[in-house]
């Protein structure tokens, strides 16, 4: 029955996206930024795009189980990778379109959001958020850092470690006050403070992790087997411009 109700749903799915432009599956991190250049390409040559977020790990579940991409820019190079090893993306079609930054959000003036400084002691401190590790890149990096100044195995042994299904819930852990201190990626918090309508949901202490702490955030992006379109070539050449790098930097990514 769970195979013949997939089956329906693939249908359903190749249908509301055939001949419909572009459908890409984004990590939530490089969500915003991508509409931001789909919007522009969209005004520039009338082929319309799709984007579905989710976390890196769900999406790649997703396309594994034959979801209907087109792209697919995932938050590391792993499953890129995977992909590529299983046959299941256009020959060569895998590249490297940014790399990811972390950083260290507290909203509670009375936790510091230097790591090398925060006491696991203090009232305040009810919970610290990352992403899941076991399905968003950004979530590895987190514990390697909290890792590096000696904290994860006693936040994980006092349940302090609110685990966020993607960069995205993490934020608003954080945000909402649910968390009072985080590590999420910088690009995300550069999004929300450019769209934020108030500026009290931005209040707080930022500080940028150094690279060296966590394992790099390569972010690789691949065209799905049979995919390669004209439609995709065209937006490929828009997306490798000097202008969309430039846009992607200043949205918190180091790019290639």
């Given at each position: 029955m769970?195979?013949?109700v997939f089956l329906f749903f693939f249908l359903i799915s190749s249908v509301v996206y055939a001949d419909n432009g572009i459908h890409i599956a984004v990590a939530t991190n490089f969500f915003?930024?991508?509409k931001v250049l789909a919007k522009d390409f969209t005004q520039q040559t009338g082929i319309k795009i799709s984007i579905s977020n989710g976390s890196t790990g769900m999406l790649y579940a997703q396309i594994k189980r034959g979801a209907p991409f087109d792209m697919f820019f995932a938050g590391d190079s792993e499953r890129p990778e995977l992909l590529e090893q299983q046959g299941l993306i256009e020959k060569n079609s895998r590249f490297t379109y940014a790399i990811g930054k972390l950083v260290v959000w507290s909203t509670n003036k009375q936790l510091s959001a230097d790591l090398s400084?925060?006491?696991?002691?203090n009232k305040n401190l009810l919970f610290v958020a990352i992403a899941n590790p076991k399905t968003a890149p950004y979530g590895v990096a987190a514990v390697a850092v909290l890792k590096h100044y000696g904290l994860y195995q006693q936040l994980?042994?006092?349940?302090?470690i609110a685990y966020g299904e993607n960069i995205g819930a993490t934020f608003h852990y954080i945000a909402s006050g649910n968390a009072q201190i985080g590590l999420i990626?910088?690009?995300y918090l550069f999004n929300a403070s450019s769209t934020a309508k108030s500026d009290k949901?931005?209040?707080?202490?930022?500080?940028?992790?150094?690279?060296?702490?966590?394992?790099p955030l390569t972010q690789q992006a691949v065209i799905l087997k049979g995919k390669n379109s004209a439609e995709i070539k065209q937006f490929l050449q828009f997306f490798h411009s000097k202008k969309i790098?430039?846009?992607?930097?200043?949205?918190?990514?180091?790019v290639g």
């Open positions: 769970k195979k013949l915003a930024t991508l400084k925060l006491d696991l002691k994980q042994h006092d349940n302090k990626a910088k690009s949901i931005m209040q707080g202490e930022v500080v940028e992790v150094a690279k060296n702490l966590y394992p790098k430039n846009i992607i930097n200043s949205h918190g990514y180091g």
